[in-house]
């Protein structure tokens, strides 16, 4: 049995996710009305014990053991939940916003390892860009296509009268400036660096 | 039609002369009589009376005991005659409950001669100093008598309505509200845009009936009131009719119609159904939701009303061969839209409702599988006169499912593009309804309902275990995808109270799609200046208090064109509707001063008084700007924005309003505070019901009664400041229609009054409610304070 007690501050959870800068101002938390449909579609959902749904409660009941639950790591951020959710909240924004919150402990540390490729990438090009080391899989996963794609992309920019999409020259060189000077950089190696506890 | 009736433009110069005859008159010796009421102590109390009495200026000054009593009003009647008064001051309570009575003790003389002075709520009750009260009270009654001397006889505004009525769409709610205007004798029109009446109702077959526990035939029960409708000689039907134009007047609307043609001559058509065989065109039947065809000529359904052919000349290819056919030569290919006028008292809009768009849902794959339909399909499907006969049958192959898949709140409860984020109201006991007629005559075939809230209020909680006894599941999620997998659909949900995504294999999914304002009503809206909600459905004017009024005098609304509904609910509003058309027909109306007038001969059309009424009482008659007296509530904010001055506020002119401060402030001693506070009528309540519960305020505090702050102008105020007003407080309700006058009013006032040099706190505005009357005293308290305090009241 749940058991509840009077406490005033009970949306503390609710409240700090809200305002939170990754979450979008006009985040319809408060209003989901736990219909599921986020769970329904998410790839997440399908393949492990992940529920959007549940931790969009969990949330709204204000129930910290949640940053500590281990599913939180299983989402993938495809944002489906965001571009279906009939009330406007967007779980992916919420499950960034939980995860973050755990980021300077150790064991959780451990858990970004397997981003840091996105991480390098903003230091290669300049932008955020799918890493090197899911190539393969991408065009496995979607043929010729992808390999197209990637070969192409430049040009066709150019033939659409858009700019490069990596970032070149002295910009690149202001953008890495950037990310060493206001400590992503050392982050970034941290996180690469750290090992199972 | 009704010609008797006047219009406003001659009501205006009535009044207009009115005014200027007494204007005249009221300079010469009028004659102004004071009656005192002591109200058993409540007054007399607190307030030297005789003291009063000796210090007034007046022809004739007296006090009672209880002046409302049957034997003062034979006093009053006998002083007003013997003593030749022509204007009367009742010092006693308060004018909001008492005023009426003391008009009507006065009757010889005419209502607006009648100044009460609020002696008892405004003084006695909350002033607690004989002396000082006493002081105050000569001051309010002088004040009074300065008023009334002012005051202009005014003739009642009765408004009549001419005794007919155009309604615009031909469902239930239309036919429902014309039949019973019609049997009250008023002329009824009712146009609709489609060639037949019956709307949405004829189309479903069966409707939900809490009571019998069971679906009845909705043509079984449209069909006799629509026989009623035809045959009426009070009602005439135009089809395939929309508006045009549409020209408000005092005491009607003008409206140009276009009626388009059918080719056919309907007083010639016998519908014997001849011209069909022939018809070489073939189109999607929109009776049975395009799951059948019609030809180019067609009747919409069996029991269409009007019983007659239509031509559908969009796909007519003018072949002609149906007119050689055609025994009665009803047929000419030649005819064109006709443009009909239509002079009506009143408009009631009955437009109903369109279905949400389930295109714009791909991922329940409605336009790419066949076996994935909206209720509306699946009610044709069901229908015994439907595409199927009322047998349940898949689209793809006409074999019968095995199971039925309803995804409830499709469009419904939805914020994203294209959503609604209302409910629809009615999906869940339509949904029911499928599933106990399923279950009833298919019991083979499973009915499952995805649902995130189900929505049974009232009687139709009985429905739903009704329905649940014949065997439903209900799986409690909203549905994120519709797939394909080998012969089967896929409703991909989560079972929410399973905590378990749910890949669920099904024939048929029949999705609940919303219900949504139709694009007609949108244009009737535009047409006649008629209020949208945010969900642009038709807006009403009070959702509690006038729920079928729009915020037009004189257009009504009912039925799914004000919101969603079902059937039940649209035939009480309709009637509702017709109710009050009735009302204002029958009895006319009369307009309370005060309102506004339009001195036609200053007016240059500038049309800025219109921009700003949020009343909608201002309208273009012709060229000429007029002002529906039923609407106007006297606010004055069309007169400040008038670059001519040719608007009057009638009830409250300048002279009385001058004429009372000036009383209010006059011999105001040295040291002395007075602040005037001009309060609307709920700011005047509050200040009634600080005094019945003998709160008190400063005795500095004199009040001005007044329709709304819109009626006062920058030189009201600096007359008060000159006159020794050392503050002034405005109270008034924020009334959501005029609050972006109210903030332009509130704006310029300050504005002006600073660029006098007055200092900003000296002008303070206040939003009053009624129940808080408390916090409008503790304004009264904070304001005579901070001036008390403050170091700047010297410089006054």
């Given amino acids: 049995m749940i058991k509840k007690e009077i406490n005033p501050k ?188 | 039609m009704n010609t008797e009736s006047k219009n406003l433009e001659n009501l205006s110069s009535d009044l207009e002369n009115n005014y200027n005859s007494l204007g005249k008159k009221s300079k010469s010796g009028e004659r102004v009589g004071v009656f005192i009421c002591r109200c058993g102590g409540n007054i007399s109390d607190t307030i030297d009376i005789e003291r009063l009495k000796s210090s007034l200026d007046a022809n004739f000054v007296e006090d009672y005991e209880n002046l409302c009593s049957l034997n003062c009003r034979r006093h009053i009647r006998e002083e007003i005659m013997e003593q030749n008064l022509d204007r009367v001051v009742i010092a006693a309570c308060s004018p909001l409950t008492h005023l009426k009575t003391f008009q009507n003790y006065a009757d010889p003389l005419n209502p607006s001669m009648v100044e009460m002075v609020n002696l008892r709520e405004q003084c006695s009750w909350v002033h607690d100093d004989p002396e000082k009260a006493t002081q105050k009270a000569i001051g309010l009654t002088q004040a009074g008598v300065e008023k009334v001397k002012s005051a202009q006889a005014l003739k009642k505004i009765i408004s009549r309505t001419e005794k007919s009525a155009a309604i615009f769409g031909g469902g239930i709610s239309g036919i429902t509200a014309a039949l019973s205007l019609a049997n009250q004798g008023v002329k009824v029109t009712i146009i609709e845009k489609n060639p037949a009446i019956g709307g949405n109702m004829v189309k479903i077959g069966k409707v939900f009936s809490p009571e019998k526990l069971a679906e009845e035939c909705s043509l079984c029960i449209l069909n006799p009131i629509i026989n009623d409708v035809v045959n009426h000689k009070n009602i005439n039907i135009m089809t395939k009719t929309n508006l045009r134009r549409a020209g408000r007047r005092s005491t009607y609307f003008n409206l140009v119609l276009e009626k388009e043609t059918s080719y056919i001559h309907e007083d010639r058509c016998i519908a014997c159904g001849n011209c069909v065989d022939v018809c070489p065109v073939e189109v999607p039947d929109e009776w049975n939701q395009g799951m059948t065809m019609r030809k180019a000529i067609y009747k919409p359904f069996a029991q269409a009303v009007p019983d007659v052919y239509t031509i559908d000349t969009e796909n007519c290819k003018k072949c002609g061969k149906c007119v050689k056919v055609c025994k009665m030569d009803a047929i000419d290919l030649k005819l064109k839209n006709e443009v009909v006028p239509l002079k009506a008292g009143s408009v009631i809009i009955a437009t109903g409702h369109e279905h949400f768009d389930l295109s714009t849902r791909p991922e329940y794959g409605y336009e790419r599988f066949d076996d994935v339909i909206s209720q509306m399909d699946l009610a044709r499907l069901l229908g015994v006169n439907g595409p199927t006969l009322g047998k349940l049958q898949k689209i793809s192959d006409g074999k019968q499912p095995q199971r039925v898949v309803m995804v409830q709140c499709t469009g419904s409860r939805d914020e994203k593009s294209g959503g609604k984020r209302y409910c629809s109201k009615v999906c869940c006991m339509v949904a029911l309804k499928h599933a106990s007629i399923i279950r009833e005559k298919f019991p083979d075939t499973e009915v499952v309902i995805c649902y995130t809230d189900l929505r049974t209020p009232g009687m139709y909680e009985n429905y739903l275990r009704y329905v649940q006894d014949k065997g439903l599941k209900l799986v409690r999620g909203r549905p994120g995808e519709v797939t394909k997998k080998g012969d089967h659909l896929l409703v991909r949900v989560e079972d929410t109270l399973q905590r378990q995504p749910l890949e669920m294999e099904t024939d048929m999914v029949v999705l609940s799609e919303a219900i949504e304002p139709s694009e007609g009503t949108m244009k009737l809206a535009r047409r006649f200046n008629v209020g949208l909600s945010q969900d642009m459905f038709i807006k009403e004017k009070h959702a509690k208090i006038k729920p079928v009024n729009t915020d037009v005098e004189r257009i009504f609304v009912c039925g799914t064109a004000q919101g969603p509904k079902d059937i039940s609910e649209s035939v009480s509003q309709a009637s509702a509707a017709a109710a009050k058309v009735s009302e204002q027909i029958k009895c006319g109306t009369e307009a309370e001063p005060p309102v506004a007038i339009i001195r036609t001969s200053l007016c240059k059309h500038c049309g800025k008084c219109k921009e700003i009424c949020g009343f909608k009482a201002i309208y273009r008659d012709e060229e000429y700007m007029s002002i529906d007296p039923m609407a106007c509530k006297g606010c004055g904010a069309c007169a400040g924005v008038c670059p001519e001055g040719a608007i009057e506020i009638i009830g409250l002119n300048d002279q009385e309003l001058y004429a009372q401060m000036e009383g209010l402030l006059r011999d105001k001693e040295d040291g002395e505070i007075r602040i005037l506070a001009f309060l609307d009528n709920v700011g005047y309540t509050a200040a009634d019901t600080i005094g019945n519960n003998r709160v008190s305020y400063p005795e500095a505090i004199r009040i001005i009664r007044i329709p709304s702050i819109n009626r006062i102008m920058p030189e009201h105020l600096m007359f008060a400041y000159e006159h020794g007003a050392d503050g002034i407080l405005m109270a008034e309700y924020p009334d959501e229609c005029m609050l972006e006058a109210h903030k332009a009013k509130m704006k310029e006032l300050s504005e002006s009054v600073a660029a006098q040099g007055i200092p900003a706190d000296r002008l303070r505005f206040y939003k009053a409610y009624a129940p808080h009357y408390r916090g409008l005293a503790q304004q009264f308290e904070d304001f005579y304070m901070d001036i008390l305090e403050g170091d700047d009241l010297k410089k006054f």
Wanted: glycine share 6%; net charge positive; with cysteine.
């Fill in chain 1, 10 to 197: 009970s949306n503390k959870l609710v409240e700090e996710v809200k305002k939170d800068y990754r979450a979008s101002q006009d985040l319809g938390i408060k209003r989901c009305m736990q219909c599921g449909l986020c769970t329904s579609n998410c790839p997440a959902a399908r393949h492990s014990n992940y529920d959007p749904r549940e931790i969009v409660k969990m949330v709204l009941d204000d129930n910290w053991e949640l940053l500590d639950n281990p599913d939180l790591w299983n989402c993938f951020y495809c944002y489906t939940c965001q571009s279906n959710c009939p009330v406007n909240n967007s779980p992916c924004q919420v499950n960034q916003v939980l995860r973050q919150k755990n980021l300077h402990k150790a064991e959780y540390k451990i858990k970004m390892k397997e981003f840091s490729a996105y991480g390098d990438s903003y230091l290669d090009f300049g932008v955020g860009s799918m890493p090197k080391a899911f190539f393969d899989g991408m065009v496995k996963d979607y043929g010729k296509s992808y390999v197209d794609l990637k070969v192409n992309l430049e040009d066709i920019r150019h033939e659409l009268g858009l700019e490069d999409y990596n970032i070149k020259g002295k910009a690149l060189e202001d953008v890495r400036n950037i990310l060493k000077e206001s400590g992503f950089k050392s982050r970034l190696k941290k996180f690469k660096n750290a090992k199972e506890s």
